[in-house]
């Protein structure tokens, strides 16, 4: 069965800095991986996604991710984090090799940006 | 297009209560799921449908009834509210093996 653990629960940067989310997965299968993130109050929205192809991805806000096979990981980066980008983040793998469209989420890792 | 909706925003139930949450979605997506969000605990699946008629029970489906009598539409059901059935629930649809869309979740407190 996939798994996905998200290394931080808590990151603190402070703004314009780079930052980087963890997260590995575990899976005998192909997999599709994910990123959401969850602004305060608010439902989930997709920043970016693996599928297939290139290993590096990019997304909405100036993010991106890297998917390491070895590694079995998919960290999201951002070279420079603004105040606005303060929020939850949840990595997710396909369950089953995406056969049905399950996902399974990591617990999320809270982002805050300082001035 | 509304995306995916979910009716009520927030609710309050006393133990033992019922009530029943409504997820809408207008993208003709085949599938759709019900998740609950508590601190720290990521996002567990509760029940999904993979088509009209059809269910399955996700990671923690205890206490909750689903039903998918129309594409567009996915409801859950609380028969007997538990103070432990308080959260946030979210709704969610999509294709198959791509990326899901969410609702804008459903707080609900049971005292």
């Given at each position: 069965a996939q798994?996905?653990?998200?290394?931080?629960?808590?990151?603190?940067?402070?703004?314009?800095?780079?930052?980087?989310?963890?997260?590995?997965y575990s899976s005998s299968v192909s997999v599709y991986?994910?990123?959401?993130?969850?602004?305060?109050?608010?439902?989930?929205?997709?920043?970016?996604?693996?599928?297939?192809?290139?290993?590096?991805?990019?997304?909405?806000?100036?993010?991106?991710?890297?998917?390491?096979?070895?590694?079995?990981?998919?960290?999201?980066?951002?070279?420079?984090?603004?105040?606005?980008?303060?929020?939850?983040?949840?990595?997710?793998v396909s369950a089953d090799g995406g056969s049905?469209?399950?996902?399974?989420?990591?617990?999320?890792?809270?982002?805050?940006?300082?001035? | 297009?509304?995306?995916?909706?979910?009716?009520?925003?927030?609710?309050?139930?006393?133990?033992?209560?019922?009530?029943?949450?409504?997820?809408?979605?207008?993208?003709?997506?085949?599938?759709?799921?019900?998740?609950?969000?508590?601190?720290?605990?990521?996002?567990?699946?509760?029940?999904?449908?993979?088509?009209?008629?059809?269910?399955?029970?996700?990671?923690?489906?205890?206490?909750?009834?689903?039903?998918?009598?129309?594409?567009?539409?996915?409801?859950?059901?609380?028969?007997?509210?538990?103070?432990?059935?308080?959260?946030?629930?979210?709704?969610?649809?999509?294709?198959?093996?791509?990326?899901?869309?969410?609702?804008?979740?459903?707080?609900?407190?049971?005292?």
């Amino acid at each position: 069965a996939q798994s996905v653990t998200q290394l931080d629960s808590q990151v603190p940067v402070f703004e314009e800095a780079p930052v980087e989310l963890r997260c590995n997965y575990s899976s005998s299968v192909s997999v599709y991986l994910f990123w959401y993130v969850q602004y305060p109050n608010q439902g989930l929205q997709l920043l970016l996604k693996y599928l297939s192809g290139s290993t590096l991805v990019k997304g909405i806000n100036g993010f991106e991710a890297e998917f390491n096979k070895s590694q079995t990981s998919f960290h999201l980066r951002k070279p420079s984090v603004h105040i606005s980008d303060t929020a939850e983040y949840f990595c997710a793998v396909s369950a089953d090799g995406g056969s049905q469209g399950n996902l399974i989420f990591g617990k999320g890792t809270k982002l805050s940006v300082k001035p | 297009n509304a995306g995916v909706t979910q009716t009520p925003k927030f609710r309050v139930l006393k133990t033992g209560q019922s009530m029943t949450l409504l997820c809408a979605q207008d993208m003709n997506h085949e599938y759709m799921y019900w998740y609950r969000q508590d601190p720290g605990m990521g996002l567990r699946l509760i029940h999904y449908s993979v088509g009209e008629g059809t269910t399955a029970k996700g990671e923690v489906p205890d206490g909750y009834n689903v039903s998918r009598l129309k594409k567009q539409n996915f409801l859950l059901g609380l028969e007997s509210a538990a103070p432990s059935q308080t959260s946030v629930y979210f709704c969610a649809s999509n294709r198959g093996y791509n990326e899901q869309f969410f609702g804008p979740g459903t707080r609900l407190t049971v005292l």
